[in-house]
């Protein structure tokens, strides 16, 4: 099986293998029985979309990896959850200071693939193609990262995620209409909160990403 692995930047991706540029795709040099080879973005949805849609073309599988803030306790700094669905959550209009979502506001029909409603799902989860054994958790991709009171508590009240990242919807969006297989793997490097980088556990995270990544590889049959 040929896999390959998304992040942001290379810092989110431990696995061993040539020096990452931005948009190539180079081979993981781990010695995995799949070919496994690493593709860097760059941060946002929208060259993710690009990078990825440039780059898929004769791969099986994708598994996006990175960190993440979680909305909830219930995720320990440090551990590693799996998206099973996803939203652009800054979509939408701004009607006299209440946001509205492109479904919500009627520029998105209620079920246009590859959305349901505002939400991305990964369908190839439950068909158990691959052994995730991980926290099943909702995500919001935003372009820009929630560092405040006023607008944690508006991205909570309006898409009740468990998780935010900036570029997973992406990953959800280009992999259902390309029809192919994916996973999206966070790992939580900090709760979101108002910002305060010190409070980051980000080589914790990264640590417990890549070692969650191998197993998985490796479970591949």
């Known amino acids: 099986m040929k896999i390959l692995i998304v992040s942001a930047t290379a ?3 431990g696995l061993i293998c040539s020096e990452l540029s931005k948009g190539i795709a180079a081979r993981i040099k781990e010695p995995f029985k799949h070919d496994v080879d690493a593709l860097v ?3 946002g949805a929208v060259p993710t979309t690009f990078f990825l849609t440039r780059a898929i073309d004769g791969y099986q599988l994708v598994i996006n990896i990175g960190i993440a803030g979680s909305f909830k306790p219930d995720y320990p700094l440090g551990s ?3 998206v099973k669905e996803d939203a652009f959550g800054d979509y939408g209009i701004d009607e006299r200071g209440t946001f509205r979502s492109l479904a919500e506001s009627n520029l998105l029909a209620k079920e ?4 349901h409603g ?3 799902v990964n369908p190839w989860l439950r068909d158990k193609f691959i052994e ?10 935003l372009s820009t990262a929630s560092g405040s009171e006023e607008r944690i508590k508006g991205i909570k009240k309006y898409w009740n995620a468990d998780i935010e990242t900036m570029e997973s919807a992406s990953v959800f969006y280009v992999c259902n209409l390309l029809g192919v297989k994916f996973v999206c793997l966070r790992a939580i490097s900090n709760l979101i909160e108002p910002r305060d980088r010190s409070k980051w556990e980000f080589e914790k995270a990264v640590n417990s990403l890549t070692m969650e990544v191998r197993n998985i590889i490796n479970r591949i049959s």
Do not use: A, S
């Not at 246009?112 to 959305?115: A, D, G, K, N, T």
């Not at 995730?132 to 991709?141: D, E």
């Open 80 to 82: 590693v959850v799996c």
């Open 132 to 141: 995730v054994n991980l926290p099943m958790v909702r995500g919001v991709t």
């Open 41 to 43: 973005t760059g941060v």
């Open 11 to 13: 810092k989110e991706n």
């Open 112 to 115: 246009e693939f590859p959305f």
């Open 118 to 120: 505002d939400t991305l």
